[in-house]
């Protein structure tokens, strides 16, 4: 294993991405290094519970599955899965999983159902740029963009392989989660929370 002294210009995969040694945080798109911020805002890290305790409550016992970030999941091109032919790596935030054939010990292999990342200023174009588009290009069904500080949710669903913005929410709307049909409401009162921010 090696300590994190990489090239950020050469291209890596899966395979190296396991052998690095680092305290610092790293995505893979298309075989570059993405780095992450060291450790999130704590604004961020109150909005990450908050969203997922629904997610969890909602999910005991049931077949799908919710991950929260450090999470990794590899997105493999033309069904290669070997780990030398997987060069995207991302963390979301928040990810949902309904096939859970696609989880392994190392995480998850393939698009989960539903992804949320949370924008800051230093994310704001990966998550609604780079982030987006593997996402779309991936296979994600439903994916939400959380922006803490206008305490506002945009949600994308898939349609024909491309994300068509189904609504944007405020602070005290509700969420009817598309990938359960709205048997999973999400309260957005229970979320931004008044001395969260």
């Not at 291209?11 to 780095?35: A, H, M, P, Q």
């Not at 805002?41 to 991950?67: A, D, G, I, T």
């Not at 069904?79 to 999983?97: G, Y």
């Not at 998550?127 to 987006?132: A, H, M």
Request: glycine share 2%; net charge negative; charged share 30%.
């Amino acid at each position: 294993m090696q300590t994190f002294s990489l090239d950020l210009t050469k291209k890596y995969s899966f395979f190296d991405y396991l052998t690095w040694i680092n305290d610092v945080r790293c995505e893979l798109v298309d075989g570059f290094v993405r780095l992450l911020m060291p450790a999130p805002l704590r604004v961020h890290q109150e909005l990450s519970r908050n969203l997922s305790r629904p997610f969890v409550n909602f999910l005991h016992r049931k077949e799908c599955k919710v991950y929260t970030a450090p999470f990794d999941v590899r997105f493999p091109k033309e069904n290669k899965t070997d780990d030398k032919e997987i060069f995207t790596v991302l963390q979301p935030d928040i990810c949902v999983i309904c096939d859970l054939t696609k989880l392994d010990e190392r995480g998850c292999l393939g698009a989960p159902d539903l992804v949320i990342e949370i924008v800051s200023s230093s994310t704001s174009k990966r998550d609604t740029q780079e982030k987006f588009d593997i996402y779309e290009k991936s296979g994600v069904k439903e994916y939400w963009l959380v922006f803490p500080y206008e305490q506002t949710i945009s949600v994308f669903v898939s349609e024909n392989n491309k994300f068509i913005l189904k609504k944007m929410y405020a602070a005290d709307d509700e969420i009817p989660v598309c990938i359960f049909n709205g048997s999973l409401v999400v309260d957005l009162k229970e979320v931004f929370i008044e001395e969260l921010i």
